[in-house]
Nanobody, 123 residues
Framework: QVQLVESGGGLVQTGGSLRLSCAASGRTFSSAHMGWFRQAPGKEREFVAGIAWNGYNTNYADSVKGRFAISRDNAKSTVYLQMNSLKPEDTAVYYC????????????????WGQGTQVTVSS
């Protein structure tokens, strides 16, 4: 069992930056692949970024490539999402998720989800 708690969301102006954190409990974090997803009002939850258990492999949605960076610290059981050059269309609730099998974009591959943290980018 893995419990995930996101933090770091907030209100930021266009062009600003935020760093999201996702703290995990449970002994299996270091072997879990992790992902960040987001859901805007009235839209489907979509993949943002993923990272393999060892931190060496990452995956990004085209919409965030070059602006967002995912990383992890297995010693702290935490995964991060550094978000730069934020745009109003990045406004959403951001969720982290854990998977035994993938760091890719398919939601169904993720077994555990956090409660989400709101990110709002003002124009």
């Amino acid at each position: 069992q893995v419990q995930l708690v996101e933090s770091g969301g907030g209100l930021v102006q266009t062009g600003g930056s935020l760093r999201l954190s996702c703290a995990a409990s449970g002994r299996t974090f270091s072997s879990a692949h992790m992902g960040w997803f987001r859901q805007a009002p009235g839209k489907e939850r979509e993949f943002v970024a993923g990272i393999a258990w060892n931190g060496y492999n990452t995956n990004y949605a085209d919409s965030v490539k070059g602006r967002f960076a995912i990383s992890r610290d297995n010693a702290k059981s935490t995964v991060y999402l550094q978000m730069n050059s934020l745009k109003p269309e990045d406004t959403a609730v951001y969720y982290c998720a854990a998977s035994r099998i993938s760091w890719g974009p398919m939601k169904t591959n993720y077994n555990y989800w956090g409660q989400g943290t709101q990110v709002t980018v003002s124009s």
